[in-house]
């Protein structure tokens, strides 16, 4: 990226950064949650099952969106609702996420966000940074950490943003959303 796009990108984020102290909350005080899964994991369904399932074991109300940046066209097609899946027509000039469809997501406060999608673009730091929950879980690491934990599976890298984009659909890179889940599950448990 450019010296504009990062310049651009700098702004949007400190017009948007979430002023929320965040830190970790304990299950108890959890009552609505946010989470982003990645729909091109081959796990997606289970996991949506597991975190529906956990979500109503300890009364959470849940908010449930998906990351699919894939290129669509004939043989690659979304498998997942529009309405609830941050796509690249989301993403606009200098890869600034559209604001047209990202406030209604940051706009609402929440006690846990959790991003499983290992996606490491723009589009995530800034919903990750943007979004006002008192405590933040997920699987990438962005420049002022904004997570409070970080869960990744044995043998996962860091992944860049130009390696992201460059990244096929298939090359099995994504299948340990469902064990990242498990693993926060089990944590989230553990917190008193």
Do not use: W
Not at 37 to 54: G, H, M, T, V
């Amino acid at each position: 990226m450019g010296l504009i796009g990062n310049i651009l990108r700098k702004r949007r984020l400190r017009k948007y950064a979430s002023r929320v102290q965040t830190g970790f909350v304990p299950l108890s005080d959890i009552r609505t949650a946010t989470f982003i899964i990645d729909a091109e994991d081959p796990s997606r369904e289970k996991c949506l099952d597991e975190i529906n399932s956990f979500c109503t074991c300890n009364k959470i109300k849940a908010r449930i969106f998906h990351s699919d940046f894939r290129k669509f066209n004939r043989n690659v097609q979304p498998v997942t609702d529009a309405a609830t899946t941050f796509t690249r027509k989301d993403i606009g000039i200098f890869g600034l996420p559209k604001m047209k469809r990202m406030r209604p997501v940051i706009a609402e406060d929440t006690d846990l966000f959790v991003s499983l999608s290992p996606d490491c673009r723009f589009t995530m730091e800034f919903l990750t940074k943007a979004m006002k929950a008192r405590f933040k879980i997920g699987r990438c690491i962005f420049p002022g950490e904004p997570f409070d934990l970080i869960i990744r599976p044995d043998g996962e890298s860091r992944q860049t943003e130009t390696e992201m984009q460059g990244k096929e659909s298939g090359q099995g890179q994504n299948e340990r959303q469902l064990e990242v889940f498990r693993e926060i599950s089990g944590l989230l448990k553990k917190i008193r």
